[in-house]
């Protein structure tokens, strides 16, 4: 079992740390091994049958074994056998550093055949698969492929999952930034649920990339008496 790889490299104290920021995972089922020694071990592995065998091996037991299957996906070159992987292990992502740091290379490559997976992810019942979704929105089409449309597809998602929420408020914090005066209607005309409104307009006004005139139309925007 690759596990017996891992549990070699394990931090108490770091594990103690990641447990509070992962409140989704077991407590037993987060070693704290570090994000570099992780990436390590993908190096070592990568396009090898033993790779091969632990990308097939799913259901995983511990956080870090997940934090690995992510990262082998993303050095998978070929499009659709990074589309095939990414769809067998959505299903499996029970937190949000696993969903947001599996950022598959090859898809940067294929826009418009993304944007097809893209639109299935959204209508998913599974949380974490609609947050994927709207990461790899917010990834891949906010610059050059950007289209207006992708505004509404996000403000459409009717989850009420808190992960799935935060990803929409990222996405339009960032379309703030990007694109402010196709993203600004949304605020202004609070097409947003409450909560994700002001998140995603305290997301913007952090942002150094906002000048600060923008910031203050955005904040006399917010819904009052609304905790975030």
């Not at 990414?86 to 969903?99: I, K, M, R």
């Not at 826009?111 to 947050?131: G, Q």
Request: charged share 25%; proline share 4%.
């Amino acid at each position: 079992m690759f596990l017996n790889r891992l549990l070699p490299l394990r931090d108490e104290k770091y594990a103690a740390f990641q447990r509070k920021l992962l409140p989704t995972v077991k407590a037993d089922l987060i070693l704290g091994v570090r994000t570099p020694a992780l990436r390590e071990r993908t190096r070592e592995i990568k396009n090898t049958q033993e790779a091969e065998m632990f990308l097939s091996a799913l259901p995983h037991k511990t956080f870090e074994e997940n934090q690995l299957h992510a990262f082998l996906i993303a050095e998978i070159t070929n499009f659709e056998e990074a589309l095939h992987a990414v769809n067998a292990f959505l299903p499996y992502v029970d937190n949000w550093a696993t969903c947001d740091q599996l950022r598959p290379k090859a898809f940067k490559k294929e826009k418009e055949r993304l944007l097809s997976a893209i639109n299935v992810w959204l209508c998913s019942e599974h949380p974490y698969t609609i947050r994927f979704g709207i990461e790899m929105l917010m990834c891949h089409f906010m610059d050059e492929a950007f289209d207006t449309a992708h505004l509404g597809q996000v403000a459409a998602v009717t989850s009420q999952a808190y992960y799935v929420k935060m990803m929409t408020a990222w996405y339009f914090a960032t379309a703030l930034t990007k694109q402010y005066d196709a993203a600004l209607p949304y605020i202004e005309n609070r097409l947003l649920d409450p909560w994700t409104h002001n998140k995603a307009i305290q997301k913007a006004r952090e942002s150094r990339c906002i000048p600060q005139e923008r910031k203050e139309h955005l904040a006399s925007c917010r819904v009052r008496d609304i905790q975030i």
